[in-house]
């Protein structure tokens, strides 16, 4: 599964990984790269390298730090339009209540130093915006989508926030169409071979948009149609062939989260064992390039993972799990 030889380089090829979990997050990327630790990639986080923001389905992702604004330009004013009249109904943060907070927060964050979340919140209560009841998330979530802010590198396992000019150079915007044909290409780059359905899917575009950008990218990419399902990838890039290394995945992993239809990969009789209605989708075990159970780590001190099986496991594939978690360890810096 290694992608390249630096996390920075595995994001970048991925287009995005969703980060609501951090920690899956971090071996997400690990898996990917040859060789890194969970140190290796935090370092990346803190040089500014990689950037954990909100691009796209008001949700957390790592991206590397060149896509940052033009993705977030892009896909962020979709989440907005379909939010503002909720947290404004709900949370009381309209228009002028954002203008207020985004004032406060430029305030807090114009030295230039990381500032834990924790400490915002207390910025704006003490501005007379209430944090409590998901206000203050809510209102740093908005300002991520207006590009005011992004996450900084993390402080005693807390998030912290910084201003984005201050984080991720200016570059020259893109307009709507170049955007969506770097879109089609990065998100096939990392995802191939993918549906239109799933590229809308993954970026929170609508159907008639992710049509049209793979239609820009069109003489970049090749696509075939199989039972009535067109199905895309870069022109050039080999086939990948069905892997039968045995894989640890994270929480959230964009093996699954990244396409809309995920019976390729997963059984649909066990899909509710593995992403809950809630929409939490579990830590996964790979065989043969499908699911083949769910896993966690054992409690306390235990370094031993726990597993679910979706159907009786081999052997050979009990062997090749215990070979997969201890890769998983070594990224963690807990084997030798």
């Not at 962020?76 to 379909?82: D, E, G, S, T, Y």
């Not at 994270?250 to 989260?257: G, K, Q, R, V």
């Not at 065989?287 to 001190?301: F, I």
């Amino acid at each position: 599964m290694p992608l390249a030889a630096s996390p920075a380089d595995v994001v970048r090829h991925m287009g995005a990984l969703q980060a609501q979990d951090y920690h899956a997050a971090l071996w997400a990327i690990g898996l990917r790269t040859e060789a890194a630790t969970r140190a290796q990639v935090e370092d990346a986080i803190t040089r500014g390298e990689i950037v954990r923001t909100w691009p796209m389905r008001g949700t957390l992702h790592l991206l590397a730090r060149e896509d940052v604004r033009w993705m977030v330009a892009l896909l962020a004013p979709r989440v907005q339009a379909a939010h503002a009249a909720r947290i404004a109904r709900d949370l009381g943060l309209d228009a002028a209540t954002l203008a207020t907070g985004r004032r406060v927060i430029e305030r807090a964050l114009a030295e230039g130093a990381a500032v834990p979340r924790a400490d915002l919140y207390a910025r704006l209560d003490a501005a007379g915006i209430a944090s409590s009841g998901q206000r203050g998330l809510h209102l740093l979530n908005w300002l991520a989508h207006e590009s005011v802010i992004c996450q900084g590198p993390r402080q005693n396992r807390q998030p912290t926030f910084v201003l984005m000019e201050a984080w991720v150079p200016p570059d020259a915007p893109l307009d709507r169409d170049e955007a969506l044909h770097r879109l089609a290409l990065r998100y096939l780059q990392g995802h191939a071979p993918a549906t239109a359905a799933d590229l809308a899917w993954w970026a929170g575009l609508t159907q008639k948009d992710a049509v049209h950008a793979l239609a820009l990218a069109s003489a970049e990419t090749e696509r075939e149609a199989r039972d009535g399902t067109t199905w895309w990838w870069r022109a050039g890039a080999p086939a990948a062939p069905r892997s039968r290394t045995i894989h640890l995945l994270p929480a959230f992993d964009e093996y699954l989260i990244g396409y809309r239809d995920r019976t390729p990969v997963l059984d649909a009789a066990h899909a509710r064992r593995v992403i809950g209605l809630n929409g939490l989708v579990a830590a996964t075990i790979i065989v043969g390039g499908r699911v083949a159970a769910t896993w966690k780590r054992g409690g306390g001190n235990d370094d031993e993972i726990v597993l679910d099986p979706l159907r009786a496991l081999a052997d050979a594939e009990h062997a090749g799990i215990r070979r997969a978690a201890t890769r998983w360890r070594r990224f963690l810096g807990d084997a030798p």
